[in-house]
């Protein structure tokens, strides 16, 4: 993988999924390495000769699917892959964002790039030149099974591509062949190979799962900033962080975490605080003395997911694929979304635990019985005032809602094209969930930080160098609750905050 001049150049094998985010959300320009290029010529090439000497090669001279035993003549070449993306284009639902659609399109066009395709480099050259130019194919969020790949989400995008289907260029939504006009872009006619070379793939379910982990693994700093802001807040005690205790269970993510708070807390008055309140209170509640247990599992679970999306994203996942030194196109079954459904299930399980026990940090921050002196839902006139009660609630239903999102979507398989594919991923059902999960724990999260700041506010000792810094921030965001207001704004706010990783400075004490 090369960079030249805020440029990324494709060669099928060194993408990483930091270049993935750059291209999905800085919109940096993407091109071909020239090695790149002479491979995919070299299979392109097989294929036409194959198509000249008529052989029978599954999608380039035969029907898809059932249909694989239907000879095409090869007059109908260009019209057979040209009907496969129209007729792929079922999807239903929201459509997924612009930053969806262009990881869906520089996966696709870097697994293109690996040369097993067969596809015509200036047709990867059109796709890359709709994603510099910012042609965002309309693509419908729902109706892929995984399994022959993505087809009904890569099918859409790929309809741009040939002048059909709908786009977005500059805000507007309009056809697909009006978005290449004003784009300057000439759509592709199809020949043979290249439409089940462009829908046959994991992209939507990989480009969903690749935004979703580079979010989560962020999540799960601001996890551990919150948790040491609510641990404070209780007046908590330091040794369950303790670096002894952790090396003698030294599982990775466990002890970043327990680094993180330790940083955190670091000369606060308030841990291991002993008041009236506080008297005979030997150890905290799992939420706080287990929080490197529990953050760190969800940190190992995604360095797991990492490890899988690294593999997907430099993978050649289209049927047949093409191998020029053997001199043979091979039916196998690479564009099954397995490896990434179960990757994308164990990713919403673990980001759904870091609001799980997020949430019963608040529970604790707002429960005057379990905060050692801090008022009632951290109300600064308790029953005139509800203070930040109805936040917890509003955790709670996140946290159950997540619950339902968490039941394992790669567990299912519905069989589809008459029995001939009878075993589906659902990975990028997975993969939506894990986003919509991670979407309800940065809100949970969100909270937790209002109450902890707020929380704060109320006690008079000074807190760590970490907290100190991290509640600074937040006041930025939102104001001491002084007296009731709406505070969905505020909340809103600071999950903005979070996503803008405004907060990422204070881990760096």
Not at 78 to 100: D, K, Y
């Amino acid at each position: 993988m090369n960079s030249v001049a805020k440029q990324i150049l494709l060669d099928g094998n060194n993408l990483t999924i930091e270049q993935v985010v750059e291209v999905a959300r800085g919109n940096v320009r993407v091109g071909l390495t020239p090695a790149a290029i002479k491979r995919m010529n070299k299979s392109r090439q097989w294929v036409e000769r194959a198509v000249r000497e008529g052989k029978v090669v599954y999608g380039v001279t035969t029907g898809f699917g059932a249909f694989q035993n239907v000879t095409i003549s090869a007059d109908k070449l260009s019209e057979l892959q040209r009907n496969l993306i129209l007729s792929h284009c079922a999807g239903v639902g929201e459509p997924f964002s612009e930053e969806i659609v262009r990881a869906m399109m520089v996966l696709r066009a870097n697994a293109l790039a690996k040369g097993f395709s067969g596809i015509r480099v200036s047709t990867v050259e059109t796709l890359l030149a709709m994603l510099n130019k910012r042609v965002h194919p309309v693509v419908p969020s729902k109706g892929s099974v995984g399994a022959s790949g993505d087809l009904a989400p890569l099918s859409h995008m790929a309809a741009v591509l040939i002048g059909e289907g709908e786009a977005i260029l500059k805000g507007r939504r309009m056809s697909g062949a009006a978005a290449m006009k004003a784009a300057r872009i000439k759509p592709v006619v199809l020949e043979a190979k290249e439409g089940i070379a462009l829908n046959n793939g994991t992209q939507a379910m990989t480009a969903v799962g690749v935004l979703a982990l580079y979010d989560a693994e962020h999540l799960a700093d601001v996890a551990d900033i919150a948790a040491a802001m609510s641990c404070e807040a209780v007046k908590g005690k330091s040794a369950a962080f303790d670096a002894g205790v952790h090396i003698l269970r030294p599982h990775a993510g466990q002890l970043v975490s327990a680094r993180n708070i330790r940083s955190m807390i670091q000369g606060s008055e308030l841990i291991d605080r002993t008041d009236n309140d506080t008297e005979g209170k030997v150890q905290d509640s799992y939420s706080i003395r287990c929080t490197p247990q529990v953050h760190g599992a969800s940190r190992d679970a995604f360095a797991y997911v990492r490890k899988i999306l690294e593999t997907e994203i430099n993978s050649a996942t289209d049927n047949p694929l093409i191998f020029t030194e053997e001199d043979t196109a091979i039916s196998g079954g690479n564009f099954h979304g397995q490896p990434v459904a179960l990757a994308m299930d164990f990713l919403g399980l673990a980001v759904a635990e870091l609001g799980s026990i997020s949430e019963r940090r608040i529970a604790k921050l707002t429960d005057k019985h379990h905060s050692f002196g801090l008022p009632a839902f951290l109300s600064g006139e308790p029953g005139l005032h509800s203070g930040l009660m109805i936040v917890q609630y509003t955790a709670a239903s996140l946290v159950s809602e997540n619950k339902v999102l968490i039941h394992p979507a790669s567990g299912d398989s519905i069989p589809t094209s008459a029995n001939q594919e009878d075993h589906v991923s659902m990975g990028t059902i997975a993969a939506r969930q894990a986003a919509e999960i991670l979407s309800n724990t940065r809100n949970v999260l969100a909270i937790e930080l209002l109450c902890a700041a707020q929380a704060l506010d109320f006690r008079k000792q000074k807190p760590g160098s970490g907290t100190a810094k991290a509640r600074a921030i937040i006041r930025k965001a939102a104001k001491k609750v002084n007296g009731d207001r709406n505070i969905s704004k505020d909340i809103e706010r600071i999950s903005l905050l979070i996503q803008s990783r405004s907060l990422d400075s204070v881990l760096s004490i």
